[in-house]
């Protein structure tokens, strides 16, 4: 696994960029004290929500779904929606590394090239799309060759009790609207809990493809989290979805780590027209409730 403890500061220096000056940090939506302590997660959270339609910052008509497991008690904490398929967006991407990986596991004639691992990199740290696309198209030469529900097929052949509710039926098309590829929250937890626990082929490969430095939204713009936390996710936006889904690996004070899951998918029946300020809403939305689960997990494991 590689370790991440200067992603934060990876990031300012990004944000500095050729401007010469840090871009105003992302908004925290505060919890209300009622919401802090008290209850369930699960509660808690579905209440957070409640209050984040109230302010507008998830919409009355949104579908949400979010997903919550803890490592080290092997405890789900949070289950909203879980098992119903969501638009998967950007966040199908490493399911398709994932089915590569399953191929060449499977099969002597396939190598895991520089090529291969520069264009996955592509595909998650810069969610390049032609990238994925490649990576899609190997994946069916090396089946079937029926395209895009190749990849389904691999997947649940190799992976049945994971990728349950994973619908892949589409490349994605030019200007990255994709809205036809599903997964549920459920998928990306038990991918998440497989490749944690190295009961994937490749999960080695697949923490440091996830680890890669990018914006996400589950620890970026949370002022709460220390800087020395480690991410593995994948971000998903189109005109109609804003999510995240990845593992958060928290220090406790005295020493050790606490990994735990984290999955929010926002989805809009309709797309968007107002685009930018429509997602950042909700990437805040996502923010506000990490920031809700962070601080229950250090209430749990006295984390730093």
């Known amino acids: ?14 944000a500095l960029g050729a401007t010469g000056y840090l871009l105003a940090p992302l908004a925290l939506i505060p919890i209300p004290p009622a919401l802090a302590a008290g209850g369930t997660l699960q509660t808690r959270v579905a209440n957070h929500i409640a209050s984040l339609r109230a302010q507008g910052l998830i919409g009355a008509k949104d579908r949400v779904s979010w997903s919550v497991y803890d490592f080290t008690t092997r405890q789900k904490l949070v289950a909203i929606n879980e098992d119903v398929p969501r638009q998967a967006a950007s966040m199908i991407k490493p399911f398709v590394c994932q089915a590569w990986f399953y191929q060449a596991n499977q099969s002597k004639k396939l190598s895991y090239t520089p090529e291969i691992r520069k264009t996955m990199e592509r595909m998650i740290r810069s969610s390049c799309n032609d990238s994925t696309n490649r990576i899609m198209k190997l994946v069916s030469q090396n089946a079937a060759g029926k395209g895009p529900a190749d990849v389904e ?148 494991h006295a984390l730093a």
């Open 1 to 14: 696994m590689s370790p991440n403890p200067s992603r934060r500061d990876f990031l300012r220096h990004l």
């Open 153 to 300: 097929r691999v997947l649940k052949r190799y992976g049945p009790g994971i990728f349950q509710d994973t619908r892949i039926v589409e490349y994605i098309p030019k200007g990255g609207r994709t809205y036809r590829n599903l997964a549920s929250a459920g998928d990306y937890h038990r991918f998440l809990e497989a490749m944690w626990l190295s009961k994937l082929p490749y999960a080695d490969e697949m923490r440091d493809l996830l680890a890669l430095n990018n914006r996400d939204r589950m620890v970026d713009g949370v002022a709460t989290m220390p800087a020395n936390v480690r991410v593995y996710d994948k971000t998903g936006s189109t005109a109609m979805l804003c999510g995240d889904m990845g593992i958060i690996v928290a220090p406790g004070e005295l020493g050790g780590s606490y990994p735990y899951t984290f999955v929010a998918i926002i989805e809009s029946p309709v797309r968007i027209k107002a685009y930018a300020a429509w997602m950042k809403r909700r990437g805040d939305a996502i923010r506000s409730v990490s920031d809700l689960v962070y601080q229950d997990m250090k209430a749990r």
